[in-house]
């Protein structure tokens, strides 16, 4: 048995004594078996030599290989240990985070293989030539540092060439890890492999990983999606983010994609795209909850039973009056405090913060600062609500002005 780590460097040589260089990759076959084919030795000129395994006489100190040696050209679905596998990022289904191969174990029973992959701290040193420091803080700080193995059975290698690989094994637990962290081990893949990985999901939580996305990869998404993929995609994910998705695309694929929506879903999104003229009306979303001010605590709370399951911002309740205007606000905490038959009226908050479509981004982050809420309602001239702007809506423009993105 042994280690990438152990192998990397050494020194080739003939059985004569010639120095023909230093292994620098092990190239092997990208299959269940995935058995080793080639040596790849970097000489003095730099150069780079493709050597076949079957010349390697012994492995010591030096690796020896025959005298008279033959290059050996490249093969189909081949891939290498140093470029394709180590240090790349992998799924831990078990754990339920995200760890990287920081060494490949190598078998020679009964020919040379890569057998499994190494994810834990005894890796890294072990490439650092300090193996002693994880049995140092063992013995001493009593630290869990143990060895980690995963086998190349239990390796789910979608497309290994890019890094991108997952365990086989109990796949359920993948909905377990966040969408934020799913999305960024996303984006360091294809597109086309990208789209292999969300249908391990269930339509919603898929939903929610391509929110978490960069618009440049959403767009790119979208754009290699079915047209009826996308539009499924684009109903689910909240209308102001559909928006950008939209307008990010090309006219006719938008328009593609719009037209396969529900009719309530088109409308919806037509209605906010209308407002994109204005830095306001880009980050406005319609996703917000509206009870006139006569009914009870009791009929709200089924109100947001029925219409919310698929809101991911719920902070405010808005109270609009017969004509539609904004009269009051309350807070579902406010709301779960009241007796069943309380109407709305009574415990509503009266003259809400509120801002407008010429309202600068500036002084609605202000507002939502100063007076410590999480969303702040769009109102038009006759006072009627057009949607609201949340602390989450503004995030991205709050990080750009203190230069963090």
Same mark, same amino acid.
């Given at each position: 048995m042994y280690y990438f780590s152990e192998l990397y460097r050494r020194k080739v040589e003939t059985e004569g004594g010639y120095y023909v260089g230093r292994l620098v990759d092990i190239v092997f076959l990208q299959e269940d078996t995935p058995k080793i084919t080639r040596i790849l030795v970097q000489n003095g000129q730099k150069n780079i030599l493709s050597i076949p395994l079957s010349a390697v006489r012994k492995i010591n100190h030096e690796i020896t290989i025959n005298k008279s040696f033959n290059f050996s050209p490249a093969l189909p679905n081949e891939i290498t240990i140093a470029k394709h596998l180590l240090d790349k990022q992998i799924i831990d289904l078990i754990g339920n985070k995200i760890v990287r191969v920081n060494d490949v174990l190598i078998q020679n029973n009964p020919f040379f293989y890569v057998s499994g992959i190494d994810i834990s701290l005894r890796g890294i040193a072990r490439r650092l030539g300090v193996c002693f420091i994880p049995d140092f803080l063992n013995n001493f700080f009593k630290l869990n540092l143990a060895l980690k193995l995963l086998s190349w059975g239990d390796i789910q290698n979608l497309e290994l060439a890019t890094g991108f690989v997952k365990l086989r094994k109990r796949e359920e637990k993948l909905s377990r890890l966040r969408t934020e962290d799913l999305a960024d081990y996303l984006e360091k893949t294809n597109i086309k492999n990208a789209g292999k990985f969300l249908k391990s999901f269930d339509d919603k939580k898929a939903a929610e990983i391509i929110a978490d996305l960069n618009l440049n990869y959403q767009s790119a998404l979208f754009m290699d999606f079915k047209p009826e993929t996308?539009?499924?995609?684009?109903?689910?994910?909240?209308?102001?983010?559909?928006?950008?998705?939209?307008?990010?695309?090309?006219?006719?694929?938008?328009?593609?994609?719009?037209?396969?929506?529900s009719e309530e879903k088109r409308q919806e999104l037509e209605y906010l795209m209308s407002f994109t003229t204005t830095p306001v009306g880009n980050l406005m979303t319609s996703q917000y909850l509206a009870v006139s001010s006569?009914?009870?605590?009791?009929?709200?709370?089924?109100?947001?039973?029925?219409?919310?399951?698929?809101?991911?911002?719920?902070?405010?309740?808005?109270?609009?009056?017969?004509?539609?205007?904004? #009269?009051?606000?309350?807070?579902?905490?406010?709301?779960?405090?009241?007796?069943?038959?309380?109407?709305?009226?009574?415990?509503?908050?009266?003259?809400?913060? #509120?801002?407008?479509?010429?309202?600068?981004?500036?002084?609605?982050?202000?507002?939502?600062?100063?007076?410590?809420?999480?969303?702040?309602?769009?109102?038009?001239?006759?006072?009627?609500?057009?949607?609201? #702007?949340?602390?989450?809506?503004?995030?991205?423009?709050?990080?750009?002005?203190?230069?963090?993105?």
């Open positions: 996308a539009s499924k995609f684009l109903s689910l994910i909240d209308p102001d983010e559909a928006v950008d998705v939209l307008y990010a695309l090309p006219f006719k694929r938008r328009e593609q994609i719009i037209s396969l929506l006569n009914q009870t605590a009791k009929d709200v709370i089924g109100k947001i039973k029925r219409d919310t399951v698929d809101y991911s911002f719920l902070a405010a309740i808005y109270v609009l009056n017969d004509e539609k205007q904004l #009269v009051g606000v309350f807070s579902p905490h406010e709301l779960l405090l009241q007796n069943p038959e309380t109407p709305v009226f009574k415990f509503m908050i009266q003259n809400p913060i #509120v801002a407008h479509l010429s309202t600068p981004v500036e002084i609605i982050v202000k507002k939502l600062l100063k007076y410590r809420i999480s969303s702040i309602p769009i109102v038009g001239k006759n006072k009627k609500m057009l949607g609201i #702007v949340t602390i989450d809506d503004i995030s991205d423009f709050v990080l750009n002005h203190v230069g963090w993105l």
